[in-house]
């Protein structure tokens, strides 16, 4: 599915992440531990196109995905809720769910299973349809995040410390949600960053850890 061989890539000249390689697959959810600065965040940035590669590669499905540009990842099937949500405040929390859609220019009638699809798997998204995005609590700010990737994850979603934050009753409901996804979704490769694995460890395939940029199985 998606693959990454030997990637390097470096911020403002400092080498930052270092000849990662590994490989999403269907049905798999991946879970990259590691502590804050490990290179977590800017590996998840790469993927969207967010940064660019100094070398390596970067498939997915076998077509060249580094030489598509950022906007177009998302059409790929590549969902990224990132660690700081980005709501867009004056937008409904629907309109920021669907962002991606209007982006990527869907058919209304595909929004709108997209938009089914998502209420069902987060009923409290629904209920909260209208209030404006900068009228949400942080917990309920990473549903959104949640459901706004969703729209667009057909084949890879990508989760940035999805529990960063949360109190404990809200990051227990976030886990159930990304269990009930997995049997909804049998075919979706999920790949959540984290710095402890304690709330994944029921949907876990496989354990990754980042260490200074490097990575290597757990």
Do not use: C, W
């Not at 969207?48 to 060249?64: E, N, R, T, W």
């Not at 209304?108 to 409290?124: K, N, S």
């Amino acid at each position: 599915m998606l693959s990454l061989s030997s990637v390097n890539v470096e911020i403002a000249g400092i080498q930052i992440l270092r000849d990662i390689t590994f490989e999403l697959k269907p049905g798999l959810t991946t879970v990259l531990i590691g502590r804050n600065g490990a290179g977590k965040t800017t590996l998840l940035r790469t993927i969207m196109g967010l940064l660019p590669l100094k070398s390596g590669s970067l498939s997915l499905g076998g077509a060249d995905l580094a030489a598509e540009p950022a906007f177009a990842r998302a059409g790929h099937g590549i969902g990224y809720a990132p660690e700081d949500r980005r709501l867009i405040p004056e937008f409904s929390v629907e309109d920021n769910i669907t962002l991606p859609a209007l982006a990527l220019k869907l058919p209304a009638a595909e929004t709108r299973r997209r938009l089914d699809e998502v209420y069902t798997l987060l009923p409290e998204l629904q209920a909260m349809r209208k209030r404006p995005g900068g009228g949400v609590s942080g917990g309920q700010g990473k549903m959104v995040a949640l459901g706004r990737a969703l729209m667009v994850a057909e084949k890879v979603l990508m989760l940035d410390e999805p529990f960063q934050g949360l109190a404990p009753a809200l990051a227990l409901e976030y886990a159930r949600t990304l269990d009930r996804l997995r049997k909804e979704k049998p075919s979706l490769a999920l790949f959540v960053t984290e710095s402890s694995p304690n709330l994944l460890q029921k949907i876990t395939d496989v354990m990754l850890r980042i260490e200074r940029g490097s990575i290597e199985n757990s």
